[in-house]
């Protein structure tokens, strides 16, 4: 029995008992965060031997005898394009090394085909509308970027195995204004998806009418697994590879950084394209760059080698992280199974739990949380313009509370999920 098989006495009668839990969690005037997925402080605490690695003038000579202090290398040095080469699942010669976020290269791009076109098509300026695929529930800092360019953003599910495919292909193949699309492949944010291999040769072959069509390759999370058996488990084609075979080798640009594999104030961002495509960007860069932080590049090789040093890596967060998935797919299930109409994600990586509350309760959720002291993602903000048509999505950020604070932080949410849809049900 749910709380939608109650009798109108017995709702409100539960509504008094939840009503009395809420005011006592907000007499405690908590203050705690679950909004955006900042690694903890003891994940940040990994990374710091990596500041003292550069302690001598001969410390900062690259493997090529460049001095990092000084000026070049416009594109990154050689090993530290390897290194993200190997975060990226492409060719070192395909891969600028920019600065600490993915996030500002991913807007230079669509600045660049905004103002100037890709590889000779009519800049994006000149049409009369531009339209972009946004899979949903989606990334905000996505929808923002094509937002600020005035872009008409689609909407179009994110299923289990990635985007409902029957209608990207529709939308794609019927206007060239339709632009591209936006994809966090593996374990997406917030839904914790990883694309099947159908989906991705699907968007690799599928037929555009825009011959610029641009795939937005957002790998944020292509190492940041859970579970020790992910290489096996949660392996993610790839979409450059799978643009070749398809004929269509430069509809992709890949992104990634180790934002959340070092430090997200000092990491190091990195894009993968085609050669031509490369050459398009470096065109771009010349203009408004000499070259990157080098210092902090080789700082990361020295620090992490190569791909397995990454993976080294990544299975220290996984330790401190993965207690904490476990812990909110525990709260959630103990405190909401019986009360219906929810459902959220279990995911094997990643940052993010994706929560479907009760149609019209998203907005209402979040704001009982902020008035007891539990600062979440605003609802609405993993779809376009924020505006969530069910009023139904959450985005659960864990990783940055100490575990006992998530503790009480879920125990609020929930309590909150309930005296929300109890004012539903009577309202």
Known sequence: MTYADLSEAELQSLKERVGQSYAEAKARNLSLNMA????????LDLSMPMLSLLASPADCIAEDGTDCRNYGVLEGLPEARRLMADLLDDEPENVIVGGNASLTMMFDTVSWFWAFGSLGSKPWREYDSVKWICLVPGYDRHFAITEHFGFEMIPVALGVDGPDMDEVERIAASDERVKGIWCVPKYSNPSGVTYSDEVVRRLASMKCAADDFRIMWDNAYAVHHLFDDAAEQDQLLDIGAACRKAGNPDRYVKF???SKVTLPGAGIGAMAASPANVADFKAHLTISSISGDKMNQLRHVKFLHDGAGIAAHMRKHAAILRPKFELVDRKLAEGL?????????????GYFVSFDAPHGCAKRIVQLAKEAGVTMTGA????PHGNDP???NIRIAPSLPPVEELEEALDVFVCCVKLAYLEKLLG
């Open 36 to 43: 955006r997925g900042k690694p903890g402080a003891d994940q």
């Open 256 to 258: 990634g950084s180790t």
């Open 337 to 349: 199974n019986d009360v219906g109409e929810c459902s959220w994600s279990s995911p094997r990586g």
């Open 380 to 383: 609405g903000a993993t779809w």
């Open 390 to 392: 069910h009023d139904s």
